[in-house]
C-alpha cells in the first residue's frame, strides 16, 4: 500500500510551521487523515488479518516441543538459538588467542587489553558527549500542539488498537483501565485489548469484575512456552483490527492526546516511518533514592540520548512501552520475537534491516520505577540478557554491514546495544584496579607502570576524571530537559546506581548461559503499597447498581459515584457497600428527620454529623468471595445531595462470617459527579502535585 504524507503538498516541519496558519495547519491534518480512512476499509483490514493470520498460526517445531510464536518465524533473527556454531567457533578463538598471549606475552598482552579498553571508553565518552550536544538546545521530539489536536476532534481518526499484556497484575488493574478512560480518541475507532495469560486466573477475574466498556476486550493467550511478553503481544496482534497499534505495559499512565498525536506524527513522514516511540518517564519519582536514580537514567535515555540517535538517522533500539506502530507494516516485518526477552530493542533493529524509521514524539507515558533492589535486580537483569541476546542475534552475520546502506545499523548496533552493554561488564574491573593501586600503592607501582604506559595513563586518567563527570552532566542535563531539577544533587551518586547495574549484568551473563530464554517477572503495583501511594478504583454502573473494584493499599481511598463519595481507610482486597436509609432519628427524642437535616424539628437539637448525604456501611467481603466486585447501591432517590467539606463517622459493621475491619468507615458525601473514582494524597505523576491521572 502506498501512504500518503503531509510532507507531499503542504509540509509540516519544524522549518515551515511558522510560516503556516494554523487553521491551514489542520485542514492538511484533517485532509490527510480523511485520505488515510478511504484506504483503510473495514473490508481491506479484515482481508489482511486473515492472510497473516494462517502465516503467524504455523507451530515451530524446537526439539521434540512444538510451540506456538503466534508470529512468522524467521530463523535469522530468533533469540530461539542464543548462539550459533560459528559465534561459538569464534569465541573460542578469541579465547584461545588471549590465554596464549598471556602465556607467551604476559604483560605486553595485559598492556593490550588495557590499551583496548582505554579507547572503547574514550570512544563511548566523546559520543555520548556528541550526541548530548546536538539535542542541547533542540526539541527532542516530534511536537503537535494540543490546540492543533483539539481542533480535529471531529476529524475521521484511524482505528487503533491498544495492546496490553498482563501477567500477575491485579493490583494495577484499576489504574491501567482508569489511564485508558482518560484516553481522548473515538471510542467507536478504538479496540483496548488486555492479554491475560489462560493459567493467570487472578487477574482475569480482576479484569472481569470492573464490567468494562464495550471498546475493552479480555483475551485469554492460550497457555504455551516460552511465556513471555512479545507472545502475548503476537496473540493480541492476531485480533487486532487497528489500523495502528501500540503496547502498553500494565503500569502504563500515557497523557490523554498520545494517540492522536501519534498518528499526526505519522502524518509528518513518508511511508517508511513503521513506529513512533513516546518518551517514558516515572510517576514514583520520590519514592525512594532507587526510584530517584531510575528517573535520572530514564531522563537522560529518553530526552538526550535517543534523540541524538534519532538526529544520526540510526536505528532506535525501542522502549518496552507506548510504542505506536503502523499494523501492516509490523506484520510485514514479522512482529515480536518470542524468544527473545528484550523484544522492543530486537524490533527496532529488525526495522532498520527492513529500512523502515522509528521517530519520537513529545508525549510522555508515565511508568512505575522500581522501588525494590530485588525487584529492580530482576527486571535490570532480563534487560542485559535480552541486549546480548540481540547482540548476538544480529552480529551472526558481520559482514553483511559492509553492503552500502547499512553502516548506520552497525553504528548502532554496536554503541546502544553492544557498547552499553560491555561497559556494565568492564567498570568493575576498572574500579578493581583503581581500588587495589589506592590501597596498595607502594607494592604495585612498578607494575602499573609496565601496565599502564604513559600515554594509556593519560587517556585512564582522563577517562576516570572528565568522563565520569561527563556522564554525570549528560544525566544533569537530561534532568534540567525534563525540569526536574529536585533530582539533580541526586544524580551526583550515580556511580553506586551503575554499580547495581553491574551486579545485575553478571546475573544477566549466568542466565544466558544457563536460562537464556526465561522471563523474569517485574512485580508492579509497589508503588500502591506505601503510606502515601495513590490508588484507581473503577466505579461502572450496571443496570440500577453501581460496582466497584479496589486494590489492596494501606493510603487513602475515596470512591466517587453519582449521588455520594465514599471515603474510607481500608486494607481489605474487597469491599461491600450498602446504602442505610436516607432518614435519621434524633437521640433526643426519637423524631425521624431527613437524612440532609441539621436540626432537629421537634426538639431543636442538632443532630450527629453534618445530615448531608447518605449514611452507608462497610463491610468485608467473606473470603469465600474473592472474585466478586464490591456493589455500591445507590438511593433510590434521584435527587442528588450536595458535597460537603466535613462527614460523619460510623462504626463498621460485621457481616457474618467476616472479620471486622481495623478501622472506622467514614460517612459518605453527595457529589454531583460523574461515575469514577479519585485517590487522594500523593499524586503520581508529580510527588507532592495533585495531578488527576
Not at 546480548?388 to 554491514?401: D, E, F, S
Request: hydrophobic residues 40%.
Amino acid at each position: 500500500m502506498e501512504y500518503t504524507y503531509i510532507g507531499q503538498n503542504n509540509p509540516v516541519s519544524e522549518t515551515s510551521t511558522s510560516l503556516i496558519d494554523s487553521n491551514e495547519r489542520v485542514q492538511n491534518y484533517a485532509t490527510w487523515l480523511a485520505t488515510e480512512a478511504r484506504f483503510h476499509s473495514l473490508s481491506d483490514r479484515r482481508e489482511k488479518t486473515n492472510a497473516y493470520r494462517s502465516k503467524a498460526l504455523k507451530p515451530v517445531t524446537v526439539g521434540e516441543q512444538e510451540v506456538h510464536p503466534f508470529a512468522p518465524f524467521q530463523p535469522d533473527y530468533s533469540a530461539l538459538r542464543t548462539i550459533t556454531p560459528r559465534q561459538r567457533l569464534m569465541l573460542r578463538v578469541i579465547g584461545v588467542a588471549y590465554v596464549l598471549g598471556l602465556i607467551l606475552y604476559s604483560t605486553l598482552g595485559l598492556e593490550i587489553i588495557i590499551a583496548v579498553v582505554t579507547v572503547f571508553y574514550i570512544c563511548d565518552l566523546l559520543l555520548y558527549f556528541f550526541l548530548s550536544v546536538r539535542v542541547l538546545d533542540q526539541s527532542t521530539g516530534e511536537h503537535v500542539d494540543d490546540e492543533t489536536v483539539y481542533a480535529l476532534a471531529d476529524a475521521e481518526w484511524p482505528h487503533y488498537t491498544i495492546l496490553c499484556p498482563l501477567y500477575h497484575e491485579t493490583e494495577v488493574v484499576p489504574q491501567f483501565v482508569q489511564a485508558m478512560l482518560a484516553q481522548d480518541y473515538p471510542t467507536d475507532k478504538l479496540q483496548v485489548l488486555l492479554l491475560a495469560e489462560e493459567e493467570d486466573i487472578e487477574t482475569q477475574r480482576a479484569i472481569q469484575a470492573t464490567h468494562l466498556p464495550s471498546h475493552f476486550e479480555l483475551m485469554i493467550v492460550p497457555a504455551g512456552e516460552p511465556r513471555t511478553k512479545p507472545r502475548a503481544c503476537n496473540y493480541g496482534l492476531l485480533h487486532a483490527t487497528g489500523d495502528f497499534v501500540v503496547i502498553y505495559d500494565a503500569e502504563d499512565m500515557p497523557e490523554p492526546l498520545q494517540l492522536k498525536k501519534a498518528v499526526l506524527t505519522f502524518a509528518h513522514h513518508g511511508p517508511d516511518l513503521a513506529c513512533v516511540q513516546a518518551k517514558l518517564n516515572y510517576y514514583n519519582t520520590r519514592q525512594n533514592l532507587l526510584t530517584r536514580w531510575f528517573t535520572v537514567e530514564y531522563s537522560s535515555w529518553f530526552d538526550m540520548t535517543l534523540p541524538g540517535l534519532q538526529k544520526l538517522g540510526v536505528p532506535l533500539p525501542l522502549g518496552g512501552t507506548s510504542n505506536h506502530f503502523r499494523t501492516e507494516l509490523l506484520r510485514m516485518v514479522g512482529a515480536w520475537d518470542v524468544f527473545n526477552v528484550t523484544e522492543d530493542c530486537d524490533l527496532g533493529l529488525r526495522l532498520g534491516h527492513y529500512h523502515l524509521k522509528t521517530v519520537m514524539v513529545d508525549s510522555m507515558t508515565y511508568e512505575e520505577a522500581n522501588s525494590q533492589v530485588r525487584n529492580w535486580l530482576r527486571q535490570r537483569s532480563r534487560w542485559i540478557k535480552g541486549h546480548m541476546q540481540t547482540y548476538l542475534v544480529h552480529m551472526r552475520h558481520p559482514l553483511a554491514y559492509l553492503r552500502p546502506g547499512r553502516l548506520r545499523e552497525f553504528l548502532s548496533l554496536q554503541v546502544a546495544v553492544g557498547g552499553k552493554t560491555a561497559i556494565l561488564f568492564v567498570n568493575p574491573l576498572m574500579w578493581m584496579l583503581l581500588a587495589v593501586y589506592i590501597l596498595f600503592h607502594m607494592p604495585v607501582a612498578n607494575a602499573y607502570r609496565l601496565l599502564y604506559p604513559m600515554p594509556i595513563l593519560y587517556l585512564a586518567t582522563l577517562c576516570l576524571v572528565f568522563g565520569n563527570f561527563m556522564y554525570i552532566y549528560i544525566h544533569l542535563l537530561g534532568c534540567m530537559k525534563r525540569g526536574q531539577y529536585s533530582l539533580a544533587r541526586w544524580a551526583l551518586l550515580m556511580p553506586v546506581y551503575w554499580a547495581l547495574a553491574s551486579v545485575a549484568a553478571y546475573i544477566a551473563l549466568y542466565q544466558l548461559v544457563f536460562k537464556p530464554h526465561y522471563w523474569e517477572k517485574t512485580l508492579h503495583g509497589l508503588h500502591l503499597r506505601t503510606a502515601h501511594s495513590s490508588l484507581r478504583t473503577t466505579v461502572v454502573k450496571k443496570d440500577s447498581e453501581f460496582e466497584a473494584v479496589a486494590t489492596h493499599s494501606s493510603s487513602h481511598i475515596s470512591l466517587t459515584a453519582e449521588a455520594f463519595e465514599l471515603d474510607l481507610s481500608e486494607k481489605t482486597l474487597h469491599l461491600r457497600v450498602h446504602p442505610r436509609r436516607s432518614e435519621v432519628q434524633c437521640t433526643s427524642c426519637g423524631e425521624q428527620l431527613p437524612a440532609r437535616a441539621k436540626f432537629c424539628s421537634r426538639c431543636g437539637c442538632n443532630l450527629p454529623g453534618d445530615g448531608v448525604g447518605e449514611t452507608v456501611t462497610i463491610t468485608e467481603m467473606p473470603e469465600s468471595e474473592p472474585t466478586q466486585a464490591p456493589q455500591l447501591h445507590p438511593h433510590h432517590s434521584s435527587r442528588q445531595a450536595r458535597t460537603s467539606d466535613t462527614t460523619r463517622k460510623e462504626p463498621a459493621k460485621r457481616s457474618k462470617g467476616a472479620k471486622a475491619p481495623k478501622k472506622p468507615a467514614k460517612r459518605t458525601k453527595g457529589a454531583n459527579t460523574r461515575n469514577h473514582a479519585t485517590s487522594s494524597g500523593r499524586s503520581p505523576i508529580g510527588g507532592s502535585q495533585n495531578a488527576e491521572g
